[in-house]
């Protein structure tokens, strides 16, 4: 039984599909922790979880098909500067179920907590490459491969390019802890790459290899999955060569309060509605606009938690919280849309955005709800 070494799960998260395991956070507790519980993190495997030993575990290092680093976790600890960074990952396919009610699309069906933030605790990556003898104008891209397989015997892999990998601001760590204590299995155990500001699949967990190359990875990962196309664009006409990989990833926001259909108590001719927002690439979140009148006035929310650091390495969401005047409806409807350090704001809809793997899913967020008074 490949599945047989699977650990324990926290009972409140949702289980999205349970062989191989992919579970979200519970929206009504998302928003309520800046750092995201271990235990209620999202997960997303594509495989079974592999079974680790820590005693024969090395990392590897490899250019040209010649080992050019081998270093076990002990080694690791003892031979880098510790790190640590605060960082949001995201799937690239949050927010799916939203894009599916346009047309149904090929994929895990992922509402909004297909993301979290952790404090990430390890080495940089850059200093690793660095002592191995790597230098960034050399090679174009580096891969990362998991020691997850599946039946066929091929393992989870994605790659990045170089300049992200050696950039002083890129803060791409080798982490071995999240939030304070050794990874957990599911998020990785003993060792994962945490690529800040990139889909959450390059994020590669349980790493057993890095390659050093001038060619892109050429796993499914990275070259037949996780790529946008335009809405007309169907899986039998997409040509996944003409598209690149998702890397960095767009602004997106979402409400977790109230959640669709809920019976919300009016206060003071007000309601209280709560939520995330984040961008990619290191940018900031600036403002997050609410409107319960499809957009005829904008109100302006409050952030209740925001990291400190600046772009472009601003890694984590941002949280806010309004209390948006309601009038005299018996029903509104609640839409968020974010706009980040470079000025990026989010589409309007779905429609136009529609893609047949339903990634980057980033419209308006809009939660229906009945008032009580
Ligand atoms: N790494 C390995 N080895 N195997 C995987 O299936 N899934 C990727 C990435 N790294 C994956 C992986 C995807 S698509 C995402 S979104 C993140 O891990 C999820 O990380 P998490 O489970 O820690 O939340
Ligand atoms: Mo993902």
Redesign the pocket.
Known sequence: NPYGKEPKRHVALKTVNSQ?F?AETPISLLCENFITPNDL???????PV?DVNLKDYALEIETNDKLVGKFTLDQLKQDFPTVSIVAT??????RRSDMTKIKAVKGLNWGPC?I?TATWTGVRLRDVLKRVGIKEDEFKHVH?????YDVTGS????SIPIWKAMDKRGDVILAYE?NGVSL?L???YPL?VVVPGV?????????GKIIISNEESQSH?QQND?KGFSPSIDYDTADFTKAPPIQEMPVISAICQPTHGDVVTVMNDRIRVKGYAWSGGGQKIIRVDVSVDQGKTWYVADFTAQDTAEPPRHWAWTLWSLDIPVGDNQEVEIWCKAVDSSYNTQPENFQNIWNFRGVLSNAYHKVRVQLSR
């Open positions: 191989p992919n993190f999202y997960v997303r495997n594509h495989l592999p990952l995201m799937c690239a396919g949050n297909a979290g990362f491969e998991g020691i997850d393992q989870y892999g994605t999240m957990p599911d998020h990785g994962r889909a959450g699949a390059r994020n590669v967990k349980w790493l990962w996780y």
